[in-house]
């Protein structure tokens, strides 16, 4: 699991069959204290996520289709938000957003 901020929206005019229906968000994944870890990542939105949210994202393609609700098995869907975080508690304190 990746914990993330949203960052963004990915807009496309075409899409392969299986996102038609599905929001495309921009994710940073962040450390436990809140900063960036690594690039940008592009994953489906399974949760109804937003801009600036703190969010867990899945990152295996079988768990990520079942959370993305797709109908098709083989779906190329590799990352996926699969919940809203409201606080992350860490040795260090804890992370809101």
Not at 38 to 67: C, T
């Amino acid at each position: 699991m990746i914990l993330a901020v949203v960052v963004g929206n990915v807009v496309a005019t075409q899409k392969n069959e299986n996102f038609v229906g599905k929001k495309l968000m921009l994710i940073q994944p962040v450390d436990p204290e809140g900063n960036p870890a690594g690039g940008e990542l592009v994953a489906v939105d399974g949760v109804g996520a937003g801009e600036g949210d703190l969010v867990v994202a899945i990152a295996e393609g079988g768990s990520a289709r079942q959370v993305a609700k797709s109908k098709n098995p083989l779906a190329p869907i590799d990352l996926v938000i699969a919940g809203i975080v409201d606080r992350a508690d860490t040795e260090k304190g804890t992370l809101y957003l």
